[in-house]
């Protein structure tokens, strides 16, 4: 079961996400997403662990928990639609053609 987990402090690495919820069951992969331009944490990671009733237990255990002066939130994740046109290869024959100038 994917968890989202927001609030996440800058001191905080993969590394501690992953070791904190390892205490509630297997981890299967923990990440925090990153600004691509400066490398520093966005806040928010997943953590992806391998049973859903143990994922559970640690939105229960950790939702709303104080961690290096923040809080933190820990739900179920949401999967979210890809936002653009899918890159697919093919060509839309009914759009008019392009002018280059």
């Known amino acids: 079961m994917k968890l989202f987990v927001g609030g996440i402090s800058g001191n905080l690495d993969e590394v501690d ?3 904190m919820f390892e205490l509630y069951g297997d981890v299967v992969s923990a990440i ?3 600004d691509r331009e400066t490398g520093k944490s966005k806040g928010f990671g997943f953590v992806d662990m391998a049973n859903s009733a143990e994922a559970k237990e640690a939105i229960d255990l950790l939702d709303g928990v104080s961690l290096f002066g923040k809080k933190i939130a820990v739900k179920a994740a949401e999967e979210q639609p890809r936002t653009g046109a899918p890159r697919t290869g093919f060509v839309n024959k009914s759009a008019p053609p392009r002018r280059r100038f």
């Open 32 to 34: 925090i997403i990153k």
């Open 17 to 19: 996400l992953k070791e």
